[in-house]
């Protein structure tokens, strides 16, 4: 349990800390998002190593992103994703009906212009781990009223 | 396994950000360590709110330092420290003989200088806990060949 909100803590504070040493503003805000993008997509690819060390070769797109969706992010937020829909022409929508971080945070729509900076680092993660296992994506998150939320990740062909 | 890698990555990614992003040089190395002490200090706070929730309470100050060292610690980093030490008069000395912050870096003396950025945060971690404990105190940590280190506790008489 500590452990988890361990991470959480952590998380809030360097987002705390980011929008506290930046300006504010629009363009600040999306330099921001940015940045916490980056660092996610960079502890997605340490991460995806380390965790595919004794997995088999995956078949193909499709085998990637289950693993994705089921066992690196079950892992890491101790907590299986709701829903994953593919239209099987490289666009796959990932729902959660409560997503740790923002479950933190009051539900409804209150602090909804909020939810993007708790969710950039998870969409660098997924895009980090992505990349290492081969595919180049965009990964984009939605709120309409929290904690729920849902990631879009596009398949960027070669 | 990868939970706590999430932690790890989100920990050195943080305090590359904090360099990176203010000036070089001692004075500011010197901020960049209050800064990860101070965010340290605050995720120790709110987890030791969720952590005793359910704790008997505490006799004495020695009690409270064996629950910090012991399960705290413990659980946030999936390890008990190698020894507990006190001089039954406020100070305390923590050893851990591979601390799991430093383990990702190179052992022995080359990296030294590097290891109280990878200290800080924990410092403030264990002073936070401890101030939400009721107990005042100074933490500094000290490295003499990595991955050891030795965490020092001064408690502050009120």
Do not use: W
Not at 57 to 67: I, Q
Not at 128 to 153: H, I, N, R, W, Y
């Amino acid at each position: 349990m500590a452990d988890e909100a361990l991470f959480q803590f952590l998380h809030s504070e360097l987002i705390q800390y980011i929008y506290k040493s930046g300006a504010n503003g629009e363009t600040e805000n999306g330099k921001n998002i940015t940045k916490l993008e980056a660092m996610g997509f960079r502890v997605g690819q340490g991460l995806i190593e380390r965790f595919t060390k004794e997995t088999p070769r995956f078949k193909d797109e499709l085998d990637v992103m289950k693993f994705i969706c089921k066992d690196f992010l079950t892992c890491l937020f101790k907590k299986q994703i709701d829903n994953l829909r593919t239209n099987h022409q490289g666009i796959y929508v990932l729902q959660d009906n409560s997503f740790r971080l923002l479950s933190q945070l009051s539900a409804g729509k209150q602090y909804l212009e909020h939810a993007p900076k708790y969710l950039a680092f998870t969409c660098g993660l997924v895009r980090g781990g992505l990349s290492d296992l081969g595919l180049k994506s965009v990964v984009t998150a939605e709120v309409a009223g929290m904690p729920a939320c849902k990631f879009q990740v596009m398949i960027q062909k070669a």
